[in-house]
C-alpha cells in the first residue's frame, strides 16, 4: 500500500492496511497489546475467537472492516 500525506506537511501519514478482513485478522488485533500475532488460523486461534464472545469482547471485531497505519502530529492525534 502507499502512504498518503493528508496535512501535506511532509510529516502526517496514513496507510490503508486491511479490509474486510478475516479470523485471523480479529485473532491478531485482540493479540496486538501482547505485540503478538499469528501466520495462520489454529485451533488455539478458535478458543480466542469463542472466548472473546463468549465474554462480549467485541473491540477485535470492529477493526476488520477498515485497519489503517496513522502518522500525525501530536496535537492532531489528541483531535482524533
Known amino acids: 500500500m502507499t502512504w498518503i500525506?493528508?496535512?501535506?506537511?511532509?510529516?502526517?501519514?496514513?496507510?490503508?492496511i486491511d479490509s474486510m478482513?478475516?479470523?485471523l485478522s480479529v485473532?491478531?488485533?485482540a493479540r496486538a497489546s501482547f505485540a503478538?500475532?499469528?501466520e495462520?488460523?489454529?485451533?488455539k486461534d478458535i478458543k480466542l475467537i469463542n472466548y472473546l464472545i463468549?465474554?462480549?469482547?467485541?473491540?477485535?471485531f470492529r477493526?476488520?472492516?477498515f485497519?489503517?497505519?496513522?502518522?500525525?502530529?501530536?496535537y492532531i492525534c489528541r483531535q482524533w
Open 5 to 16: 500525506d493528508p496535512l501535506k506537511d511532509g510529516k502526517s501519514k496514513i496507510e490503508l
Open 21 to 23: 478482513g478475516s479470523d
Open 27 to 29: 485473532v491478531n488485533d
Open 36 to 38: 503478538k500475532s499469528s
Open 40 to 43: 495462520e488460523l489454529n485451533q
Open 54 to 60: 463468549k465474554h462480549q469482547h467485541t473491540s477485535p
Open 63 to 65: 477493526g476488520v472492516v
Open 67 to 74: 485497519k489503517f497505519k496513522v502518522k500525525a502530529p501530536l
